[in-house]
């Protein structure tokens, strides 16, 4: 079985969802609740998945970067992307730390945004402290892209989509995204589309 996963327009996706409670954790409301959140996002496919996704306010996630989700990408824009597969784990109450500021910009796209992408500029690495699904203390270190989809899943929690953070200008449908930008580096999509050359910098 899976969820339905709402889309833009739900109010549900722009409201802060709340913490869950220690006995919440442990109930099987919210232990299924995992199990359906993570055969929703194998589904779909996607490599994360937020509870406001499914149209459930409260503060859990859920991330996975399968391998053969990599499995047909160059490996040279695996290495840009600092990608490498990330084993099925949840979040619980997550608070997220910057550990490097430095901006890594690529194309994004979003589960709850289907059928569009656009370049998203998102800390190169972050830790996140959070509580697992037996409700015990866990930190997470993430490089690269596994920062960018932690920050995206805990944008969702705040009700924050990455339509909020992206470059305007490089909004696109995934048709024309693999038509005109796929393969082509940032600098490269940044120069044809007119804008200044690091994200951050608007011309």
């Not at 992307?81 to 619980?92: A, G, M, Q, W």
């Amino acid at each position: 079985m899976v969820l339905k996963i709402v889309q833009a327009g739900e109010p549900v996706l722009r409201q802060k969802a709340r913490d869950l409670t220690p006995e919440e954790i442990g109930s099987p409301e919210v232990q299924r609740l995992i199990v359906l959140m993570r055969d929703t996002m194998r589904d779909a496919p996607g490599v994360g998945l937020a509870a406001p996704q499914v149209g459930v306010g409260v503060r859990l996630v859920v991330v996975e970067d399968r391998a053969e989700y990599q499995a047909g990408v160059p490996p040279a824009d695996l290495a840009a992307r600092e990608r490498s597969p990330v084993p099925f784990h949840v979040l619980i109450n997550p608070r997220l730390v910057v550990e490097d500021a430095t901006p890594a910009e690529f194309h994004e796209g979003c589960l709850s945004v289907t059928g569009f992408t656009a370049l998203v500029a998102r800390a190169r690495s972050v830790r996140v402290e959070a509580l697992d699904e037996r409700g015990q203390p866990v930190t997470v270190r993430g490089t690269g892209w596994y920062a960018r989809i932690l920050q995206h899943e805990l944008d969702h929690l705040d009700g924050t989509l990455y339509l909020d953070r992206m470059e305007t200008r490089s909004f696109a449908t995934l048709e024309n995204h693999r038509r005109y930008w796929a393969g082509r580096s940032t600098a490269d999509v940044r120069e044809a589309l007119g804008l200044a050359t690091s994200p951050g910098t608007k011309r």
